[in-house]
């Protein structure tokens, strides 16, 4: 694996340790449904955090808060020391080229060839010279191994190819912060395993921070530090991977894992 | 009644100026309209009503008045403040004008189909709004509604001889203009007839085509 292309390769003391995702006393209401309930949580620079739970408990709704895609009602979010909400549209757009997110469905942009896809953003938004983002999203698609499918489209693609599209396309950005939001679910299942080979690979290779919103318990224990179990919008026990799924401690957390692994 | 083929060749090229007028009309017309109803469309999404709210009106206004009175109004009322242009020019950006209160819904249905999923991959990707606009939904939406659009420059076309009533010398105009100098009725207004079917027909088929290249 070309190792120049893959982002933050610079392991600064202060990135690769100390605290890069607060969320304090985080409230999110659709309607009269709570989804997150005056949340706290930090991510230390470098680590790799899973969020598990039943489904509505709020996990997702932690990644597009992240992403900005959402807006919290109450509460503060801080990333690298800088505020994510509350703050104008404008900071919040410099806080957001720390951060990438991976979809369920992908979201490749249809209408532009693989490698555009890729290119798109580090050119507009990065002001990289077009030379430099296409050798460069040339060696994140040999990365992902599909540097044959530079000039496909993504309808072209399979589900497994397109996802490992948007992975190089968010790395692209070199992000401190990349969201995982259930990124295998929408796949059939022989695709599973190369989509998250790689990311096993990406979270081992890099220091690049790792939200990650997953039903892949394997997956989950590989890469975790740490994992999250979440219930009704609440964190309801958090610890190393081995300990949560060797010994949970609260009840719900076993009642949840014995019924998806 | 009696077919006389010396009227039509006679006619002939009265008809092919005609015919050049019919096009030009209709080409800058469509131009008009699709560049005009994207303004609108856009214009429909600015967040605040203080925008929204007299477009609406302007483009309720222009759809739910007929075309012949705005050809005249334009025609005939504006050199009263000054502001002439030729006849042609009146006829299509009235036309355009019209028509453009019709694409703009086209637009509309186009822009709202993209799934949000794209939306949030150009914040994702932290993309400029005009840069999300230009480069991500306005190609998706538009190839999605480009038959629709094309459905609305065939209507158009047989809107065209509307624009005679303000002097335009397009295919009815010349039609007209022959019959009353030649007292023969059937056979220009027969040519000019099968011209609109040929026309028609011919976009029909050129924009089934292109359905058919966005289908992939």
Known sequence: MPTDTLPNPEKSPERSSGELIRL??????????????????????????????????GKTTILRLLMTLLKPDE???????????????????????????VFQQFNLFPNMSVLRNITEAPVTVLG?????????????????GLADKCDARPAQLSGGQQ??????????MRPKVLLLDEVTSALDPELVAGVLDLLRDIARTTDITMLCVTHEMNFARDISDQVLMFDSGRVIEAGPPEKI?????????????SAVL | MKWDWSAVSDFMPHFWDGLLVTLQILVLGSLVSFGVGLVWALLMRVPTR???????????????????????????????????????????????LHYSTYTMQVYRAGIEGVPVGQWEAATALNLPMRRTWTAVILPQAIRRVAPAL????????????????????????????????????????TVIGVAFIVISYLASLALRALERRLAH
């Not at chain 2, 502001?83 to 006829?91: C, D, K, N, P």
């Not at chain 2, 001889?161 to 030649?182: C, D, H, K, W, Y």
């Open chain 1, 163 to 172: 996802q490992r599209v948007a992975i190089a396309r968010a790395l692209a």
């Open chain 1, 75 to 101: 509460g503060t979010i801080t990333v690298d020391g800088q505020k994510l909400f509350p703050a104008t549209e404008k900071e919040r757009r410099e806080v957001r080229k720390q951060i990438g997110m």
């Open chain 2, 150 to 189: 094309g459905n609305y420059v065939i209507s158009m076309l047989k809107d065209t001889p509307l624009l005679m009533a303000i002097t335009v010398l397009e295919m009815l105009g010349e039609a007209r203009l022959f019959s009353q100098q030649n007292f023969q009725f059937t056979e220009p207004l």
């Open chain 2, 50 to 96: 203080w925008v929204t709210w007299p477009v609406g009106v302007v483009t309720e206004f222009i759809r739910n008045t007929p075309l012949l009175v705005q050809l005249f109004f334009l025609f005939y009322v504006l050199p009263e403040w000054n502001i002439t242009f030729s006849a042609l020019t009146t006829g299509v950006v009235a036309i355009g």
């Open chain 1, 245 to 257: 799924f060797s010994e949970p401690e609260h009840d719900r957390t076993r009642e949840f894992l």
């Open chain 1, 128 to 144: 990289m010279s077009k030379d430099e983002a296409v050798e460069r999203a040339k060696g994140l698609l040999d990365m992902v």
């Open chain 1, 24 to 57: 304090e006393q985080v409230t999110k209401r659709f309607g009269d449904n709570t989804v997150l309930d005056h949340l706290d949580f930090s991510v230390d620079a470098g680590k790799h955090v899973t969020l598990i739970g039943p489904s509505g408990s």
